[in-house]
């Protein structure tokens, strides 16, 4: 049972949800944020800012900046400030059947205290919630949730799986389609369908052998036209919307994740070496 809560929503609250199709929020709360509810669904955020405090499987939990929140289905739970500052955070849902799915049909995990410190968490739900302002294409979210599953197997201390054969064939078939098809948004339902191979065992496979998921993959053969464009001196607007990054920054971002610079500067280096 929740125990009465002492405070009370204010004016300074508000809650905005991310674009695109995918559920997640960001909210500040200098109060009371909600009653106690049950979901359906893992409820599992990052706290941003303050102390984010909820009464959980018996116990009040609190989160700082830094840790992650994982909210398990059916669990009864409220939410409220933790000093007077209010607190910030981020939340997306995400269907126990997705999880499940992506581990193989293996029991849900359980994190029994509702808060976590591990990196291998904060940065599997990172991916899903960092990039707030740009929706998530399917094949990112696919990716997102399955290392969100494995990061959550493992932090709730399952043990690790035998070593299984990789299905080489379906793995390089859905690496051939993604060269053909870098230009749509496949997603993991798509390859299923070409190689013949379950979605999930299609993309732990994947990882497997070319050390990298799908999506990302994906995104670095958009990466690689983005620079033979550039470099033919096609503007970075163009290039963008060109090889299907949301706008420029979207693809600035993705850029310099992989290439360490900017689309600017890997610019003024290309044009300084031909001089």
Not at 121 to 145: I, K, S
Request: hydrophobic share 40%.
């Amino acid at each position: 049972m929740s125990k009465p809560n002492p405070h009370h929503r204010t004016p300074a609250d508000w809650i905005f949800q991310a674009p695109g199709q995918i559920k997640r929020f960001e909210a500040f709360f200098a109060g009371n944020a909600y009653d106690a509810h049950r979901h359906d669904t893992y409820a599992i955020g990052l706290t941003l800012a303050g102390v984010q405090t909820f009464d959980y499987r018996g116990a009040v939990r609190r989160s700082l900046p830094g840790r992650t929140v994982i909210v398990h289905p059916d669990e009864l739970h409220n939410g409220f400030a933790g000093t007077d500052e209010g607190f910030r955070y981020r939340v997306l849902y995400v269907e126990p059947a997705q999880i499940q799915a992506a581990l193989g049909g293996k029991a849900l995990p359980f994190i029994a205290d509702g808060v976590s410190d591990d990196p291998r968490l904060y940065a599997a739900v990172n991916h899903l919630l960092g990039r707030y302002d740009d929706p998530l294409a399917p094949l990112e979210y696919q990716d997102g949730v399955f290392d969100l599953a494995v990061a959550l197997d493992t932090v709730a201390g399952a043990a690790a799986p035998a070593r299984k054969r990789f299905d080489y064939p379906a793995a390089e078939a859905a690496r051939q389609y993604l060269c053909a098809h870098w230009d749509q948004n496949v997603t993991l339902d798509e390859l299923e369908t070409v190689t013949g191979r379950d979605r999930w065992q299609l993309s732990r496979d994947f990882r497997a052998l070319f050390g990298t998921s799908p999506h990302r993959y994906l995104i670095m053969r958009r990466l690689a036209k983005a620079r033979e464009m550039m470099a033919s001196g096609r503007s970075l607007v163009e290039t963008a919307a060109h090889c299907e990054f949301a706008d420029q920054s979207h693809m600035t971002r993705h850029f310099r994740k992989t290439y360490g610079m900017t689309p600017k500067k890997w610019l003024a280096t290309l044009r300084s070496q031909v001089a």
